[in-house]
Structure formats: structure tokens, C-alpha cells
């Protein structure tokens, strides 16, 4: 019964390692993933797409609940497809993270959303990343976590990453953005980031990803929920 397949929730601010984390741990275990930041990135996008201003809330609603979107996992990359085109890039600007922080404030996108979450919870297990995987959409989960590192740390790793990618972006504006962002999430009245009252905190400002992937091996095992290898 998908049900009662485990889940591992993974929540916390963005930049905090979750969604390179969940990948880790996820592909470790041979569990399914859900990137749920992704659902409210891809919503955001469809609707600057189909020209929905981004108040609108029952045509944004509409648009999540109707949301034309398959997620490809091949090895180790992940591809979306919005409408049948590829948006694994699109979804990730700057632009379109802010936008999605905003549709994700209202609470009729939020309900859209709720099930085709919930459908990703298929044996033998899944992991979920997001805002309130913990403490909305998987409250049964037998592992809850929450990852968070300090807004600077976070800015650098955003910087980092950035220029990975070839796009120059000032590390001051990275960080204030950074805190605008945390600060919509943390404020808003459905579903505000915080972590569960029953999730473990993991500050991995000091931590290096194989040691924050080894750490929730640990607790899964120690829970039952992974065999040790
Ligand atoms: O994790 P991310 O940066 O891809 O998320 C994009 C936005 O979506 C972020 O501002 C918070 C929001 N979000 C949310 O409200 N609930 C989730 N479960 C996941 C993301």
C-alpha cells in the first residue's frame, strides 16, 4: 500500500543543501524524490507563460491543480518537462524562485498542490524535500528533518553555484535576497517555514555534504528504516 510506504522529510530555507542532500540519500536507498520547491517553481513559471498575474489566486490554483508536468530521472540528472517542454533550466532562475515564493503564500495553490505530492509516496520509500513536508503534507512521516545553515552560508554556496554556472551575481544581493526570501516563508500564514515538533535540526553551516548524507544514513538505520551498509 503506498500509504504506508516510509517516508524521510527533508525541510528548512533555501540554500541549506536539501535538495543536493535529498538526491544523495534518495538515490543511496533506491527511494523515490520529491523536489516540491519544483511544483511551486514550475506553477510559478506556467502562469508568467500564460501571462496569470501572480495575485490571482483561484487562476493560480487552477493552474497547479492543472499543471502538465513529468519529472525524467535518468541516472544522476533530473529533467522536467512543463507542458511537454524541457524547464529543468527555466525553473531555476533567480526570477523564478522569487515568483514562486510568492504563489507559494496562497493557500488555494498550496491545497492544489497537496495530492500530487502525496502520490510520490511509493514503496520503497520516499524522500521529500520542501517547506512543510514535515509538518503538512507528510505528517506520519517516521523521519523528519530539519536542515538549515546560517543565511551568509547560504549566500556563499548560492554565489558558488552561480558562478559554476557562468552568472555573476553579487554576493551582498544574493544574501539580502536570501533574507527577503526566508523571511516570506517564515511569515506566511498557511504552511510557514518551521520545523516540525518532532523533527531532528541539522545546522550544516560546518558540515560537508557526504557528512550530512552519512548523518541521515544513520538515522534511517538506527530507525529501522534503511539497513546499514
Ligand atoms: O526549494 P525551492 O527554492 O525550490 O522552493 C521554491 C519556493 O517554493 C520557495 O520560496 C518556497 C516554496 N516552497 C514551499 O512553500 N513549500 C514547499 N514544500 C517547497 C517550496
Known amino acids: 500500500m503506498s ?4 517516508v524521510l522529510t527533508i525541510d528548512g530555507p533555501g540554500g541549506a543543501g536539501k535538495g543536493t542532500i535529498s538526491r544523495l540519500v534518495a538515490a543511496r536507498l533506491g527511494w523515490h524524490l520529491l523536489d516540491s520547491g519544483a511544483l511551486y517553481r514550475l506553477t510559478a513559471l506556467a502562469a508568467v507563460k500564460h ?16 499543471l502538465d508536468v513529468v519529472f525524467v530521472a535518468e541516472n544522476d540528472a533530473a529533467t522536467v518537462l512543463l507542458e511537454g517542454r524541457d524547464a529543468t533550466a527555466a525553473i531555476r532562475t533567480e526570477q523564478v524562485g522569487d515568483a514562486a515564493s510568492r504563489v ?17 509516496r511509493q514503496a520503497p520509500g520516499l524522500v521529500a524535500d520542501g517547506r512543510d513536508m514535515g509538518t503538512v503534507v507528510f505528517t506520519d512521516a517516521p523521519l523528519k528533518i530539519f536542515l538549515t ?13 552561480l558562478r559554476e554556472a557562468g552568472v555573476d551575481a553579487s554576493l551582498s544581493s544574493l544574501l539580502k535576497e536570501i533574507q527577503a526570501r526566508d ?9 510557514p517555514l518551521k520545523p516540525a515538533i518532532d ?3 541539522l545546522d550544516t553551516t560546518r558540515l560537508t555534504i557526504p557528512e550530512v548524507v552519512d548523518r541521515l544514513t544513520e538515522l534511517l538505520t538506527e530507525r529501522g528504516l534503511a539497513s546499514a551498509t
Do not use: G, N, Y
Not at 523571511?183 to 504552511?191: G, L, T
Open 199 to 201: 523533527a531532528i535540526t
Open 183 to 191: 523571511a516570506r516563508d517564515m511569515q506566511r500564514s498557511v504552511a
Open 104 to 120: 507559494a503564500a496562497l493557500p488555494a495553490v498550496r491545497q492544489a498542490l497537496l495530492q500530487r505530492q502525496r502520490d510520490f
Open 149 to 161: 545553515a546560517s543565511a551568509e552560508e547560504r549566500a556563499r554556496r548560492r554565489h558558488l553555484q
Open 51 to 66: 501571462e496569470v498575474p501572480l495575485d490571482d489566486e483561484p487562476a493560480l490554483a487552477h493552474i497547479a491543480a492543472t
Open 3 to 6: 500509504d504506508s510506504a516510509p
